[in-house]
């Protein structure tokens, strides 16, 4: 059984930087494929990147791109998504979310940390 | 790369079936069998009901299936209960850069 605890919520200022962790339990980092997915207050599912492992590389989607860094340190089992040069539409709870197999879906899910962008 | 498309809201009474769908192109849905659906309860992280079109997590109520024709997949919810009422999204992989890609969401209401 996977558990995804996320880090707790942050308010930042507009053109600041914010840096969410997801601490895996259960399972090593190292066999899962993390990634982020976000949720706008009120909007639907956003799909921000995560790990390949077919290319092991981190893939990022476009709209975020030069924005975001996705990072791991597999000695604490611990992931992290950071994202630069906030503006208030980036107000959103942010979500770390893998599978245990391999596949294109996530069994597990982080509770969700929320960060707002307010001046 | 734009969402999948599903209706904004459906609804049933308690004990009918209701079927969701989610429309996208041959570069997601229609191109493989890697449709997944969520649901979401107010305040709360999604939680995975179908995965590979059709197939149930460990867990979940056989009242949930998905079957897939073309672009477009759908997710039917048999014998409707009020705890079913929640958001629900499909996703699937994408060949575009993106390569996930979920929907805009359905709300679901159980009169």
């Known amino acids: 059984q996977v558990q995804l605890v996320q880090s707790g919520a942050e308010v930042k200022k507009p053109g600041a930087s914010v840096k969410v962790s997801c601490k895996v339990s259960g399972y090593t980092l190292t066999e899962l494929s993390m990634h982020w997915v976000r949720q706008a207050p009120g909007k639907g599912l956003e799909w921000m990147g995560g790990?390949?492992?077919?290319?092991?590389?981190?893939i990022y989607a476009q709209k975020f791109q030069g924005r975001v860094t996705m990072t791991e340190d597999t000695s604490t089992d611990t992931a992290y998504m950071e994202l630069s040069s906030l503006r208030s539409e980036d107000t959103a709870v942010y979500y770390c979310a893998t599978m245990v197999s391999s596949g294109y879906y996530y069994d597990y899910w982080g509770q969700g940390t929320l960060v707002t962008v307010s001046s | 790369q734009s969402a999948l498309t599903q209706p904004a809201s459906v609804s049933g009474s308690p004990g009918q079936s209701i079927t969701i769908s989610c429309t996208g192109t041959s570069s997601d849905v229609g191109g493989y069998n890697y449709v997944s659906w969520y649901q979401q309860h107010p305040g709360k992280a999604p939680k995975l009901m179908i995965y590979e079109v059709s197939n149930r997590p460990s867990g979940v109520s056989n009242r949930f299936s998905g079957s897939k024709s073309g672009n477009t997949a759908s997710l039917t919810i048999s014998g409707l209960q009020a705890e079913d009422e929640a958001d629900y999204y499909c996703?699937?992989?994408?060949?575009?850069?993106?390569?996930?890609?979920f929907g805009g969401g359905t709300k679901l209401t159980v009169l």
């Open positions: 996703s699937s992989y994408t060949s575009s850069s993106t390569s996930r890609v």
């Open positions: 790990f390949d492992p077919e290319d092991g590389e981190t």
